[in-house]
Structures are given as structure tokens and as C-alpha cells.
């Protein structure tokens, strides 16, 4: 019932956002999260495993994982996405499991992932389904695994509207996107370790890395229970 009172939960048109390719959208770039790179760099993301992407678009991250030898399940609503990310692993030699569902309907088996990673889907779920979001991270998340999230600033250059939940239903609209703040990611994933939040770097293209400062990065990792 509440998804469909929001406008663009019912009606958002990501198909026809990614069926022309040349826009220029920033992330519409072949290439990995700036802070991406970074926790491999500096080894806070190190051995390869089992990788969920949430949200991927046509796979930019998704890739830079595989070449990191990770297996990957990358998942997004967008059959268009999804096929030009299928077109990207191919053309760079790589394997992924692209799946096309929404992730609050993903057969999950518990534990299942080493890392979930979500670069800009997290900002478009409704307020109401934080806690399946949460719950998901949790249950398909191993002991000591690792979650990555980039998501708007509020109030930020990439827009990152401000408005309290409540308006959210009010207004019926995620008006673009909601921004977050630190404070408001570490009460959301209370439950998990910060390991680390920052704003993502501007990053000029054309460069390898993606980046831009209207955008959290964070990095958290599920406790290890006793
Ligand atoms: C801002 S785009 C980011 C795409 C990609 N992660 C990237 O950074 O290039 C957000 C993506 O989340 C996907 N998305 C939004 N809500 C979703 C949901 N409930 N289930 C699966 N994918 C979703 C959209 O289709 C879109 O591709």
C-alpha cells in the first residue's frame, strides 16, 4: 500500500533513463567507485569470495569485483541496465550473475555473502522498507562480512532532498532521492561495525575511478556473534 502511494516508486522509468546510453550521466561511466578501490588498496576489503550487488545498473562496480575474483550476483530492476551491463562484462572478459528482480524479492540463503556493495539504490528506497533493507543486509551477510554503501548527501551538489519521512508521505515523492548524513547511516545500521565514512572524492573524468562529493561513502561490517 505505501509503495504504491509514492509517484516515482510506481512510476519511475528506470528503462527508459538507461536506453540512451550517451546522456551524460555521471555515472553512466565504465568505471568503479573512487572508495571502492581505495578498500582494496588499503587492503579494508582484501580476500576474494561471494559479492551482492544491490542496485547495479549496468555493472560498473559489479565488474571491477569480478576482476578482483570475486563471484558476483548483481541485481537491479532495469532489464536495460542489466543487458548493457552484459554487453560491458563481455566485452571486458568477465563473469557475472546479472538478476533481474527487485531486491525485496531475492530468494536469499542466509549468510550466503562475503560483501553486499550499494553504489545510489539505497537513496531511492522508501523510507518504509529501511527495515527490510536492513534485515536483507543482515541475513545474507556472513559473520565478519563486509557492507558497502554510497548514497546522497542531504542537501548536496547531486541533489539528496532533506525532507523528513514523514513528508515523504505526505508529498507521495522521494523528490529524486534522499540525502543522508553520518549520523543518520550509523543509526540506520546500528547493528553493524563502522569501519568507515567519508564523503567520496570528485574524481574529473575521464579517469579509472568514479567519484563525486555529493555522494557518502561507507564502509561496516557485520559483528561476529559469540
Ligand atoms: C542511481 S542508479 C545506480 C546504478 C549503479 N549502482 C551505478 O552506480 O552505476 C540506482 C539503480 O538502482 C536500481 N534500483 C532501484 N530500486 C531498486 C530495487 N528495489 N530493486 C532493484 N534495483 C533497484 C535502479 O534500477 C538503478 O539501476
Redesign the pocket.
Known sequence: MLDSLLKEQSKFN?DAFYSERERPVP?FVNAPDENLVHYFKNNLLSSAGKILE?????G??AIYFAKQGFEVDA????KE?LQWGSERAKEQNVCIHFMY????ELEIIDSDYDVIYD???FH??APHRRIDYVSLIQRALKPGGYFGLTCFVENGPLGGSDISDWEVYRQRSLKGGLGYTPEKLETIFKDLQVIEIRKMKDIEQPNECFGSSGLWTALFQKKNVN
Open positions: 528506470w555515472f544491490l542496485g547495479c545498473g549496468p560498473r562496480n541485481v537491479d530492476l532495469s541496465a528482480k527487485n531486491i525485496f553504489s545510489g539504490c531511492h528506497i
